[in-house]
């Protein structure tokens, strides 16, 4: 498998490039809008087609590059099917499999910071979205979240996997990569070291966090699977417009 994280410093989201080494089908999870044409360039230059894109979840702080890409290489749109958007091509479940090639993606469904978060397992590794971070975990003050969920989805999804399954989340703001199931299940401040539910949950319920500043913008945009609504400000137009420049891993 090839298998590489890329960075996108805006909205500091991981979007996953999986590769099937024997076919050469290639899926995108969660891609953002703003990197389109770098993710393309990191494809062709490993070789590989675009077959997929699948986010984790209907994103409140970056707009997916789903449709674009669909309109460019002519990749088909997977999504969890719990969201029931139209503009997808492929719903995913738990339970069901997907396959690139001869990869295999198990979708985990982890609601909690949304109601439709799907979490997703690649062999030795777990994509993880916005449910679990490293030494964090997702808000869950929006978009039907709901603390008492996402610890159970954390606990009873996630934490049952081996020790040693790599995590890879859908975000970080501290330059941090990889964890592991161990790691967060031993020292992750929200959830770790055998937090009880009731501690989890006044934790969350009193962080008193800010609005989203573009989660009016980018919820509608990924209901559509991807477009950039009328009337962004100037200001958010960063989340919409191709950016110059963008590290990756």
Not at 103 to 131: C, K, Q
Request: aromatic share 8%; charged share 20%; with cysteine.
């Amino acid at each position: 498998m090839i298998f590489k994280q890329l960075f996108e410093p805006v909205s500091s989201t991981y979007t996953y490039l999986l590769g099937c080494e024997e076919t050469g089908a290639a899926i995108l999870i969660d891609p953002v809008l703003p990197t389109w044409q770098r993710d393309l360039e990191v494809l062709a230059g490993l070789g590989l087609r675009l077959v997929y894109t699948l986010d984790t979840h209907v994103h409140a702080d970056h707009i997916t590059s789903a449709r674009r890409l669909r309109e460019e290489v002519g990749s088909q749109i997977a999504h969890p099917a719990v969201d029931s958007l139209p503009c997808v091509d492929v719903p995913v479940s738990d339970g069901t499999p997907l396959a690139v090639g001869s990869l295999r993606i198990d979708p985990l469904f982890t609601p909690g910071h949304t109601d439709g978060h799907h979490a997703y397992r690649i062999g030795e590794r777990v994509l993880t979205g916005d449910a679990l971070l490293i030494d964090a975990c997702g808000r869950t003050d929006f978009q039907n979240g709901d603390a008492p969920t996402l610890y159970r989805s954390v606990h009873e999804k996630l934490f049952s996997l081996p020790d040693e399954i790599l995590v890879f989340p859908g975000h970080d703001y501290e330059g941090r990569w990889v964890s592991s199931i161990a790691q967060e299940k031993t020292r992750n401040p929200r959830l770790g070291g055998n937090r009880p539910e009731a501690e989890f949950v006044a934790l969350m319920n009193g962080l008193q966090l800010a609005y989203p500043k573009f989660i009016d913008y980018a919820v509608p945009g990924n209901r559509a699977c991807g477009e950039c609504p009328a009337g962004v400000p100037d200001n958010l137009m960063q989340y919409c417009e191709q950016i110059g420049e963008s590290r990756q891993g």
